[in-house]
């Protein structure tokens, strides 16, 4: 059985999340099931970008902090990061509040810029990676990811905290070469296995609905989860927002690859009733995924039913950070004549429907349109 804890904790205040984490892990054994002391212990909170904590975009320092300290009395050595879609991992880390916490206890920043490449014969899409050389550097790994909805894979978790593992240059290469939201679950899946945290702590006390995982709305969820199979804990949120598990390929491909279960029947729920937690309100698409597979009638046909991105001109600052991360070449968006006085605008013929713009957008300016297709489709 998969065990996956639930733990209420109505704010980030300090002493509760403290505490709440302390009874969440009290319920899986205690710390001393997941590291020793002595080890070299990489925490892996999410830092998507540099935006502030309120915006519910990263792991909240509270939490971070609280996890680093219980670690710290465990005796291990630790130190902690992420690659940034932009910017780098420090600069990144102090907007997020997550360096200062780092300076004060003084943990030091992994190495998430070197990447090493390794070969991975167990992979199933993917057996050949760059990770960054943190990875490599430490015993073992505690993941912290954030509770957000994703433009690509529907729900970004346990199971998609991992990518930030991949120096963040080649991040897009991904996407380029893995457009299919399928193909692109298999690789995290794939990654996952690789890396194997040895516990998951997620972040919910707000979580992030619509636009996610940057330009959504923060939602208040009063809720910390912790297991040591990131299948069942993403399954067990999604379930929790009215979610089908098996609509989320994270989820899905995970449990086909053995990384863990989806199945309710197979994971024993501890800590605070799983009835304190179902939101019927979060705003998530709740469809089964159309995914994107370009070539020639399905190319066609998955035009005109898979979301695509737009750009709000009302919102739009002109900034170029959707054109710069752009991995299609060439660009699905660019500035019409490099004019950068106007907002950009899309060639949907080579867009690969990664949807690394929206992920990205820092005013939130770019929002997926269902295709009237689809629309239809989905009444049927």
Same mark, same amino acid.
């Given at each position: 059985m998969?065990?996956?804890? %639930?733990?209420?904790?109505?704010?980030?205040e300090?002493?509760?999340?403290?505490?709440s984490i302390e009874?969440?892990?009290?319920?899986?054994?205690?710390?001393?099931?997941?590291?020793?002391?002595?080890?070299?212990?990489?925490?892996?909170?999410n830092?998507l970008?540099?935006?502030?904590?309120?915006?519910?975009?990263?792991?909240?320092?509270?939490v971070?902090?609280? +996890?680093?300290?219980?670690?710290?009395?465990a005796?291990?050595? %630790?130190s902690?990061? =992420?690659?940034?879609?932009?910017?780098?991992?420090?600069?990144?880390?102090?907007?997020?509040?997550?360096s !200062?916490?780092?300076?004060?206890?003084?943990?030091? %920043?992994?190495d998430?810029?070197?990447?090493?490449?390794?070969?991975? =014969?167990?992979?199933?899409?993917?057996k050949?990676?760059? &990770?960054?050389?943190?990875?490599? /550097?430490n015993?073992? +790994?505690?993941?912290?990811p954030?509770?957000?909805?994703h433009?690509?894979e529907?729900?970004?978790?346990?199971?998609?905290? !991992?990518?930030? #593992?991949?120096?963040?240059?080649?991040?897009g290469?991904? $996407?380029?070469?893995?457009?299919?939201?399928?193909?692109?679950?298999?690789?995290?899946?794939d990654l996952?296995?690789?890396?194997?945290?040895r516990?998951?702590?997620?972040?919910?006390i707000y979580?992030?609905?619509?636009n996610?995982?940057?330009?959504?709305n923060?939602?208040r969820m009063?809720?910390?989860?912790?297991?040591?199979?990131?299948?069942?804990?993403?399954?067990?949120?999604?379930?929790?927002?009215?979610?089908?598990?098996?609509?989320v390929?994270?989820t899905?491909?995970?449990?086909?690859?053995?990384?863990?279960?989806y199945?309710?029947?197979?994971?024993?729920l501890?800590g605070?009733?799983?009835?304190?937690?179902?939101?019927?309100?979060?705003?998530? =698409?709740r469809?089964p995924?159309k995914?994107?597979?370009?070539?020639?009638?399905?190319?066609?046909?998955?035009k005109?039913?898979?979301?695509?991105?737009?750009i709000?001109?009302?919102?739009c600052?002109?900034c170029?950070v959707?054109?710069?991360m752009?991995?299609?070449?060439?660009?699905?968006?660019?500035?019409? =004549? /490099?004019?950068?006085? &106007?907002v950009?605008v899309?060639?949907?013929? $080579?867009c690969?429907? #990664?949807? #690394?713009? !929206?992920?990205?957008?820092?005013?939130?300016?770019?929002?997926?349109?269902?295709?009237?297709?689809?629309?239809?489709?989905?009444?049927?």
């Amino acid at each position: 059985m998969s065990k996956v804890v %639930l733990i209420k904790c109505e704010s980030y205040e300090y002493d509760l999340v403290k505490d709440s984490i302390e009874r969440g892990l009290s319920l899986l054994g205690g710390i001393s099931q997941f590291v020793k002391k002595g080890e070299k212990i990489l925490v892996k909170p999410n830092i998507l970008v540099g935006d502030a904590p309120e915006k519910c975009v990263t792991t909240n320092p509270a939490v971070f902090k609280a +996890v680093a300290e219980i670690l710290i009395d465990a005796g291990v050595n %630790l130190s902690y990061g =992420d690659s940034p879609a932009i910017g780098n991992t420090l600069k990144a880390a102090k907007k997020a509040g997550l360096s !200062q916490v780092a300076d004060e206890l003084d943990i030091k %920043l992994a190495d998430f810029k070197t990447g090493i490449e390794v070969f991975f =014969d167990k992979g199933i899409q993917n057996k050949k990676f760059t &990770i960054a050389k943190a990875i490599f /550097d430490n015993d073992g +790994v505690i993941s912290l990811p954030k509770l957000k909805t994703h433009g690509l894979e529907k729900f970004t978790g346990a199971i998609k905290n !991992q990518f930030g #593992c991949i120096p963040g240059v080649l991040k897009g290469e991904f $996407h380029l070469r893995l457009p299919d939201a399928n193909d692109f679950a298999k690789m995290l899946v794939d990654l996952n296995t690789f890396i194997s945290p040895r516990l998951y702590i997620m972040d919910g006390i707000y979580g992030m609905e619509g636009n996610g995982p940057r330009g959504g709305n923060p939602k208040r969820m009063n809720i910390l989860l912790f297991s040591s199979d990131p299948v069942a804990l993403d399954a067990i949120v999604c379930r929790l927002i009215k979610l089908n598990p098996e609509y989320v390929p994270t989820t899905k491909y995970g449990m086909q690859a053995g990384l863990g279960t989806y199945l309710e029947e197979k994971i024993d729920l501890l800590g605070d009733g799983y009835e304190n937690f179902f939101l019927d309100d979060f705003k998530i =698409d709740r469809n089964p995924l159309k995914s994107f597979k370009p070539g020639f009638l399905s190319g066609f046909m998955n035009k005109r039913i898979v979301s695509k991105p737009y750009i709000e001109a009302e919102k739009c600052v002109r900034c170029g950070v959707c054109v710069s991360m752009c991995p299609a070449n060439p660009k699905a968006v660019f500035f019409k =004549d /490099d004019d950068r006085s &106007i907002v950009p605008v899309y060639n949907y013929d $080579h867009c690969i429907r #990664c949807f #690394c713009c !929206q992920e990205i957008c820092p005013e939130s300016a770019i929002k997926l349109k269902t295709p009237f297709l689809r629309k239809l489709i989905d009444l049927l």
